[in-house]
């Protein structure tokens, strides 16, 4: 009989992704963006990223179905489509409202921002959401909805999100203030809380995704 995967699996996996991806961003990203401009700098990350998150998924996953370890819903499952989830398209409708009401009054304006470039619809738009939510939503939340309640779940993998963030903090954006790093890491958090309910309530990756893209985007575009 298959049983949920325990407690100390997870939390070894998710130390596993921490350290993995802090020595990405030290061995990898942080020489890519020193050295490398353009283009190339940007196919570059965008494959570490989907090499590196989506790997970690779908490994992740396949070892708990070899073992036989439940999963609240199958990979399969989780991929379809949850065109009739109308709470998604309400929440995504708000996420646009929201932010281009902030950045309207905040710069008067909707011009695009001065550093924005081409490359950036790749990482912020199509890598960013369908690696990040894999993992995290698609594993880990996945995984945890299995031995707690939506509310407990939900927190531990928006927390454990909001900590993946830090290897970036502490290598590529060093010079953050300490009340930047917070806030940045509530709003991670906040963002995360808001990712899995959308992934539990719908039984779908794509609404997460969805907004998970359009969030990163408009806040690159116009923040």
């Known amino acids: 009989m298959s049983e949920p995967v325990s407690n100390r699996r997870l939390i070894l996996q998710f130390i596993c992704c921490w350290f993995i991806w802090l020595a990405v961003q030290v061995g990898l990203n942080s020489p890519i963006e020193k050295y490398l401009t353009g283009w190339p700098q940007e196919l570059a990350l965008d494959a570490i990223k989907l090499a590196v998150w989506l790997g970690l998924a779908w490994w992740f996953i396949h070892q708990a179905d070899r073992n036989h370890q439940r999963l609240?819903?199958?990979?399969?499952?989780?991929w379809q489509p949850a065109w009739r989830f109308a709470a998604g398209y309400v929440v995504w409708g708000i996420i646009i409202v929201y932010l281009l009401g902030e950045f309207w009054l905040a710069h008067h304006d909707l011009n695009v921002n001065h550093t924005f470039i081409p490359q950036f619809w790749g990482r912020y738009f199509l890598v960013v959401g369908v690696s990040e939510e894999f993992l995290f939503r698609g594993y880990f939340l996945n995984a945890l909805l299995q031995k707690f309640s939506l509310t407990t779940a939900n927190v531990i993998q928006a927390l454990a999100f909001a900590s993946m963030h830090i290897p970036r903090y502490l290598t590529t954006v060093p010079t953050?203030?300490?009340?930047?790093?917070i806030s940045n890491l509530v709003s991670v958090f906040l963002l995360g809380l808001l990712f899995g309910w959308l992934y539990a309530r719908s039984h779908s990756l794509w609404p997460g995704i969805a907004t998970h893209m359009t969030w990163d985007i408009l806040v690159t575009l116009f923040g």
Request: aromatic residues 8%.
């Open 72 to 78: 609240t819903l199958s990979n399969a499952k989780q």
């Open 176 to 181: 953050m203030s300490p009340m930047l790093w």
